[in-house]
Structures are given as structure tokens and as C-alpha cells.
């Protein structure tokens, strides 16, 4: 699917050079190590991808945690938390546990939250700031599109050391859908080219399974997917909505037009087009229905030493 967005409002301290327009900030992409602009829209986006998600789902979580959750006084992290909502989300349902959340960014919020949620401002990528065997679950969600491979080794061996012996890993990603018509594919390869430029894969899915299952002190990875369909059947049309939003809005247009060698104007009016081409696969019988895998990938850890 086309949905791989970043979510951040850009802070003056820690941004060199920000343009200021209303309510959109687009972060000048060196000083934060973090490339794809950023939007107090995309937060919106996020939250409603986590609805979606749950939805699809019928939980915010596969580990098999729901009685430990509900039993003991477990801890909760979760890795690049964005606007904290699943960390809000789950604190509401789990009230004995203490939940805690790590951003670059302060989307989060600062004052009004339960008690047993904690947010911290960070860079995940010069460590987890947090001791050793510390939680008894690590979550982490819509990343693949922020990580490049060697990001991915260190922030998996993090987690790994945060994690208690026996606890759960849990990472949540959308995937690009492979089946679309020639219309889209110019899109989603414009994003993955862009990706690429900073050593980005975003359809590296599969490797991060494979990452996990080659690491020693993992077991039981498990994969679980959801498929949606694009404008049909289960959450599709608030997934197609989200996807439209994606691509149209500003500075997607601007940027992706670049990778694809058009002018904006052509690139929004070749867009109409994509409409139609899903339009014309959603018809119930249709082979062309434009399939997009949502997973989850949970893993135990269990102490090597
Ligand atoms: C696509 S959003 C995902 C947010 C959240 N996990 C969710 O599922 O809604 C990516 C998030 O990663 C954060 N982020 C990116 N690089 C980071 C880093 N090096 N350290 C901490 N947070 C980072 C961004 O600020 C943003 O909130």
C-alpha cells in the first residue's frame, strides 16, 4: 500500500531551518536524521491508522500478554510512539500496568494524560533510554519507511535489551500492495525510489522476519496479516480515503512528481486516474481488486546468557 508517512512536529530546538506555514511544518530533514516531511496532519492520519488497525485486528496487540496485562503490574514500551495513541489506547484498558513511550518529537502529549503513561523525548537511535530486561512488552509500529537496514539491526538489538527475558516484541507495519494496476505503480515506485535516496527500504518486510528469526535470543516468531482491500470490503474505503490523502497532500505532490519525471499538475491530474484504475477493480468479482497486507510481527525473548 502507498501509506508510509512520517509523523512529527518539527520542534524550533532541535530544527535548524523550518518554514512555517499555518499549521504545516516541513522539517529541514538533516539535523533530526529523519527524512520524509512532516505534518501536524500526518498525527491525524496516524490516529486514524490506529483505529484501522485495531479494527482489522480485533485487538491492539497478538502477543500473548492480554493476562499478564490484566493480572500483573507489567511495563509497556513504546518505540517511536508518535501521538501515543495505542500507548493511550492500551493504558486505558490495562490500568494496573505502566506504559511508556519514546519519541523524537513531542506529539505526544506533555500535560493532560493517565497517570500510568509516561512519555519521553528522544532519539531511539542513539540507544533506548532505559536499563536492561525493563519491560515485559516492546511495541513498535509504521516504521518501515524510517529505518535503513542497519537502523533496523541496532533498534531490533534494543529492544532486545530492554526487553524482560520472556517478555514480547511486537512490530505493526503496513505493506505496499505488489498486484496494482500500471497507474499506481508509477506512484508507489516514485515512493520507493524516494525511500532509496536515503538508503531506505520500504519493502523490506520479509527482511525484517528474516532479522528476527536469525536472532538467537528470539523464538516463536509469528507473523499475522490482514488483507485490505483498496475502496472495498473491510476498512477499505477509510483505507482508500487515508491512501488519497496521502498522495495528495502537500508536499507529497510536490516531491514524488520529481521522482517521477512530471509536473505537479500532471501529477494530480495523472492521479484522478489511479481513482479510476482502483474504481474499476472494485467490483466484488473483479481480479483486479488492489490488495494491501497490514501485519504484525510478534516474537518472544528468552535470555541467551
Ligand atoms: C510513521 S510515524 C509512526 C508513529 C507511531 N509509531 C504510530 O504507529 O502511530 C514515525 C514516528 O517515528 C518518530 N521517529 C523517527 N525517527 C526517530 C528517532 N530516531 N527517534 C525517535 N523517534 C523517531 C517520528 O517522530 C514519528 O513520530
Not at 532509496?196 to 527500504?201: D, I, L, M, Q, Y
Not at 486516474?273 to 516474537?299: M, Q, W
Amino acid at each position: 500500500m502507498g501509506i508510509v508517512f512520517s509523523t512529527c512536529r518539527v520542534s524550533k530546538t532541535i530544527k535548524s531551518r523550518l518554514e512555517f506555514d499555518d499549521e504545516l511544518f516541513v522539517q529541514d530533514v538533516e539535523p533530526l536524521k529523519y527524512y520524509l516531511p512532516n505534518f501536524i496532519g500526518d498525527t491525524d492520519l496516524m490516529v486514524i491508522f490506529h483505529f484501522l488497525g485495531r479494527y482489522l485486528f480485533q485487538s491492539n496487540f497478538n502477543a500473548p500478554i492480554e493476562e499478564r496485562l490484566s493480572s500483573e503490574q507489567c511495563k509497556i514500551l513504546d518505540v517511536c510512539c508518535g501521538a501515543g495513541t495505542w500507548l493511550l489506547d492500551m493504558a486505558s484498558a490495562y490500568g494496573s500496568s505502566k506504559f511508556f513511550g519514546i519519541d523524537l518529537c513531542t506529539v505526544f502529549p506533555t500535560a493532560i494524560k493517565p497517570d500510568n503513561v509516561q512519555f519521553v523525548q528522544g532519539d531511539v537511535l542513539t540507544g533506548l533510554p532505559f536499563d536492561d530486561n525493563t519491560f515485559d512488552y516492546v511495541h513498535q509500529g509504521h516504521m518501515l519507511d524510517v529505518y535503513t537496514m542497519d537502523q533496523w539491526h541496532f533498534i531490533i538489538t534494543e529492544i532486545i535489551r530492554v526487553c524482560k527475558p520472556g517478555g514480547y516484541i511486537e512490530f505493526i507495519e503496513p505493506e505496499l500492495a505488489t498486484n496494482t494496476g500500471p497507474i499506481l505503480s508509477k506512484f508507489y515506485d516514485a515512493l520507493v525510489k524516494l525511500s532509496e535516496t536515503r538508503n531506505v527500504n520500504i519493502r523490506m518486510y520479509d527482511n525484517l522476519i528474516r532479522i528476527l528469526n536469525s536472532t538467537p535470543s528470539v523464538q516463536n516468531v509469528e507473523s499475522k496479516k490482514e488483507v485490505i482491500s483498496l475502496g472495498s470490503g473491510c476498512c477499505g474505503y477509510e483505507y482508500l480515503e487515508i491512501h488519497d490523502e496521502f498522495f495528495l497532500s502537500v508536499p507529497m505532490p510536490e516531491i514524488l512528481s520529481k521522482f517521477m519525471g512530471i509536473s505537479e499538475r500532471d501529477y494530480l491530474e495523472l492521479f484522478k486516474k489511479v481513482k479510476n484504475e482502483i474504481r474499476s477493480g472494485i467490483s466484488p468479482d473483479s481480479l483486479l481488486k488492489l490488495h494491501s497486507r497490514y501485519s504484525k510481527i510478534t516474537a518472544k525473548y528468552f535470555d541467551t546468557h
